[in-house]
């Protein structure tokens, strides 16, 4: 069995900030703080998700009443009219969206029929142009 003398401190510089909710599956570069600047010592693969142990039917309809929730703000934002709605939501609600669908484990599938469930139900109140 093999031994290391020393321990040699690697570091690889990233804030959290910068992986996207969908997660980071990338190789990255190893460097070694030196007195005269960063020596690359190699690459490191790394692989980052996000996740939560909920459950899936739990989740879907956590899901679902938060796209209401988003979906009413657009609508009252935009002052839509019947057929009028152009079908797109501001970044930030998009953003939440998928940051829940990520951390929920929901499958496109799954983020579509909510989709749908949510707008089929609001036609009946404020009919949407679907195309």
């Excluded at 020596?39 to 796209?67: C, F, M, P, W, Y």
């Excluded at 998009?94 to 940051?99: C, Y």
Aim: charged residues 20%.
């Amino acid at each position: 069995m093999a031994f290391l003398k020393r321990s040699v401190p690697i570091l690889y510089a990233t804030s959290f900030q910068t992986v996207p909710s969908s997660g980071m599956d990338r190789w990255l570069p190893l460097e070694k703080p030196e007195s005269r600047g960063r020596r690359r010592r190699g690459d490191i693969h790394v692989a980052l998700t996000l996740s939560t142990e909920k459950n899936q039917d739990l989740t879907s309809q956590e899901h679902k009443h938060l796209l209401k929730i988003l979906f009413a703000n657009e609508l009252q934002a935009s002052q839509a009219q019947p057929f009028k709605w152009n079908g797109t939501f501001c970044k930030e609600s998009v953003s939440i969206l998928a940051q829940h669908a990520v951390q929920g484990k929901l499958t496109g599938a799954e983020t579509a029929l909510a989709r749908w469930l949510v707008y089929a139900h609001t036609h009946c109140d404020l009919p949407l142009d679907y195309r």
